[in-house]
């Protein structure tokens, strides 16, 4: 379970879209320890004085640990949760505050305090997710402020798959989640996109057909490949207890995955950053960068190596 979760914010409501997630991990886990991170940017002004520096930088290092002690009062987990003010680069701070305090999750928005430019994947964000050495869950900042679960309702939870070993790194997490908010409260499903005429595929047909007809043929052996491979990663997972489904739509990876996604309302989507060909195939920039961009849901990144 995620018993140490770190949740970056820079004072801004965009950035704060997080905290009904944050609380919903929190509350399904009593153990669960939670510290707010405000990353105070050292000033950086030509020829400033030392006297001039310190003294803007204490106040609004004094500034943000107002924010955050406040925000902290207002949760329902407050006596489990902590405030912390680090000087640094918004991405390098989160970054080495998450090594340091062996966090096991942060949770974070897309972006922050300046809207697209601020937090915007290729910023922050962005760096976060390729440098810090835990799980990344990152909601869309216009997303509604709802979390993620209810009593008496199941959690939706969608896992990409592509049979590699590296994309089923996203299984262990999903599994973590089930544990966290208990096996019979989480609904996985487990997806794998039929690629077709992606390799190995048959060419030419074992019997002369024609196009149409091998449309057809390469259609229907890619799905049972793809089946089959997940009918076994579900085995394993309804033997510890999961509830599964398994889908295989087939098209463009990333636009199958973001389509079944929106069409089905997910609460989260569990992936890995890269899958079968390492990182040219599921590389931030990738598959997984599209799908942070057209997904509604939440996201929890997972990095495969």
Known sequence: MYSKILVPLDGSDVAECVLPHVEALATANNSATVTFLYAVQPLEVIMAKTA????IESEARAAAQDYL?????????????????????AADAIVDYARKSKADLVVMATHGLSGVKRWVRGSVADKV???APVPVWLIRANAPKKGLHKKGQKMKVLVPLDG????EKALEHASKLAEQFGKQSVDLTLLRVCELFFPPYTYPPPTPMTWEEYLGYETKRCKEICQTYLSKVEDKLQQDGLTTHREVPAGNVAEAIVDY??????????MATHGRSGLGRWALGSIAD????????????????
Request: charged residues 30%.
């Open 52 to 55: 001039f520096k310190d003294k």
């Open 69 to 89: 002690d406040h925000l902290v009062s207002k949760q329902k987990y407050h006596e489990s949760a902590e405030a912390r003010v680090v000087m640094g680069k």
């Open 129 to 131: 997710l390729q440098e």
């Open 164 to 167: 590699s070993e590296r994309a």
């Open 261 to 270: 996604a929106n069409k089905n309302n997910f609460d989260l989507l569990v």
């Open 290 to 305: 599209k799908v942070l961009s057209g997904a509604n849901s939440p996201i929890l990144l997972v990095r495969s190596t």
